[in-house]
């Protein structure tokens, strides 16, 4: 599924701290349930558990301690209990889909509790998933094209944190200590941008023209990331491109 940007919800979003750490929150808690769906559904059947993916994942849908030290962060720049979104985005056009008629959020509702996600996020586990054998160990063309988008999403996500730490009015320990974990998450992020790195080759294979005999799908499972990018780099229509180009 696809998720909203957070001005779907809450209008434009002003440059302020708290507009910032709600952004922030919205991002995290939904793009953290949008990968743990995806192990739920994808990862057990595909990898052992004990595997490199299946770890990274597992740092992915629950990084506690990047949530406990923004919790800590929020928690000492906020002095009131409470943020009322309807005063930080008095447009909002759909706040009470994420938080209902009380429009207010406790402080520390903001990296734990149900608050700020989506709808068709708030159960996701899937109990009837199969295992494939043997195991792929490996991810299907359909698998890259729904992840690939979240963890660029969730790079974005700690994109913003950056910036929003960079600003933030806190104990330098804090940020410190926010930098150390972000490093940790980031590499996560990065190893599973390796593992889906052949899906936009594949996806240009298929606007030039797939090979003979083959499906997005046999190109994920079959070759590697090099074989695919020498595949389109001997593709007919690149071919045709350079001949042109010594005319």
Request: charge should be positive; proline fraction near 5%; glycine fraction near 4%.
């Amino acid at each position: 599924m696809q998720l909203p940007p957070f001005e779907y919800f809450v209008g434009s979003i002003p440059n302020t701290e708290q507009a910032t750490a709600l952004h922030i929150s919205y991002e995290l808690k939904n793009l953290t349930r949008l990968v743990w769906r995806f192990q739920s559904d994808i990862m057990f059947t595909r990898f052992g558990k004990n595997d490199r993916q299946c770890r990274a994942m597992r740092r992915l849908y629950d990084p506690f301690a990047l949530k406990s030290i923004l919790d800590d962060i929020v928690c000492h720049m906020f002095s009131q209990d409470k943020l009322d979104l309807l005063k930080i985005f008095p447009d909002a056009p759909r706040v009470e889909a994420l938080l209902g008629k009380d429009t207010c959020l406790y402080v520390t509702y903001l990296f734990y509790g149900e608050k700020l996600y989506i709808k068709n996020l708030r159960g996701v586990y899937n109990a009837w998933s199969k295992r494939e054998r043997p195991l792929p160990k490996r991810f299907s063309y359909a698998n890259m094209e729904r992840l690939r988008p979240i963890i660029l999403r969730y790079a974005k996500c700690m994109q913003l944190i950056v910036s929003f730490s960079k600003t933030a009015n806190t104990r330098v320990r804090y940020k410190d200590n926010l930098k150390k974990i972000l490093l940790k998450v980031t590499r996560q992020l990065h190893y599973m941008m390796e593992q889906t790195k052949v899906y936009p080759i594949i996806k240009e294979f298929k606007r030039l023209g797939l090979p003979a005999g083959h499906t997005p799908e046999t190109l994920a499972a079959e070759h590697t990331f090099e074989q695919v990018k020498d595949m389109l780099e001997g593709h007919p229509t690149k071919l045709k491109n350079i001949d042109e180009d010594i005319e």
